[in-house]
């Protein structure tokens, strides 16, 4: 991905927002203008999405990021739908979505996924 890429559209739960989410996006925000975040609001949310929003709101504040919710899931959106976005590029980690958003016409760019930063995967001391 080239830096003079403009808006990059990234998804996902953020259920709730993570360390790799946070890095996954300044790593973004190296590579192109604005990222456009997207969190997907389901029924069986463990942290309520107005709470996810604002956290990653405050983690971004100055930063062009734009906070968004959305309640289709991106594996199963449509043309029209993705539209309404704006973007240039849709990123992610999620094969099977990035497949999905290719076959409609929009570029996708694979993005790994930061596990490795994950705190609920950090052992804790004995």
């Not at 080239?2 to 739960?13: D, I, N």
């Not at 029924?43 to 709470?51: D, K, M, Q």
């Amino acid at each position: 991905m080239e830096t003079s890429l403009g808006t990059v559209l990234f998804s996902g739960r953020f259920d709730p927002p993570h360390c790799g989410h946070i890095a996954s996006v300044k790593r973004l925000l190296k590579k192109c203008q604005k990222v456009i975040v997207v969190l997907l609001d389901y029924e069986e949310r463990r942290y309520p999405v107005c709470y996810c929003v604002d956290v990653l709101e405050e983690v971004f504040e100055g930063f062009p990021v734009e906070v968004l919710v959305n309640n289709v899931h991106f594996g199963e959106i449509t043309k029209e739908q993705l539209k309404e976005f704006n973007f240039d590029a849709y990123c992610s980690g999620n094969l099977s979505v990035l497949r999905h958003i290719e076959k409609l016409g929009f570029d996708a760019i694979y993005w790994d996924r930061a596990y490795m930063y994950e705190a609920s995967k950090i052992p804790l001391p004995e």
